[in-house]
Nanobody, 120 residues
Framework: QVQLVESGGGLVQAGGSLRLSCAASGSIFSINAMGWYRQAPGKQRELVAAITSGGSTNYADSVKGRFTISRDNAKNTVYLQMNSLKPEDTAVYYC??????????????WGQGTQVTVSS
């Protein structure tokens, strides 16, 4: 069993910053890609940013230049630094990890979600 535990959400004014963290624990052989998704009320869940085990990153156009994803492989943790936040960034943010639980077996895991609210 693998758990992803997120932290760092909250309420911030427009222009402010927040840092999200997501730590994976449990029966982990290795972790491939890790990422952050978000879902606003009435909208579909969308990819915000992703990072491979080698450090390659991918961002949604709407957050490029404002958000930075990073990871600490030794701690099985992924971070999302969010700067210059806008009201449209308001959403529940979910951590995702592609976890190998054995040499040839892997699953997709999700965190429970953390609320980010940006006031104007």
């Amino acid at each position: 069993q693998v758990q992803l535990v997120e932290s760092g959400g909250g309420l911030v004014q427009a222009g402010g910053s927040l840092r999200l963290s997501c730590a994976a624990s449990g029966s982990i052989f290795s972790i491939n890609a890790m990422g952050w998704y978000r879902q606003a009320p009435g909208k579909q869940r969308e990819l915000v940013a992703a990072i491979t085990s080698g450090g390659s990153t991918n961002y949604a156009d709407s957050v490029k230049g404002r958000f930075t994803i990073s990871r600490d492989n030794a701690k099985n943790t992924v971070y999302l630094q969010m700067n210059s936040l806008k009201p449209e960034d308001t959403a529940v943010y979910y951590c995702n990890a592609e976890v190998a639980v054995g040499p040839h077996l892997g699953y997709d895991y999700w965190g429970q979600g953390t609320q980010v609210t940006v006031s104007s």
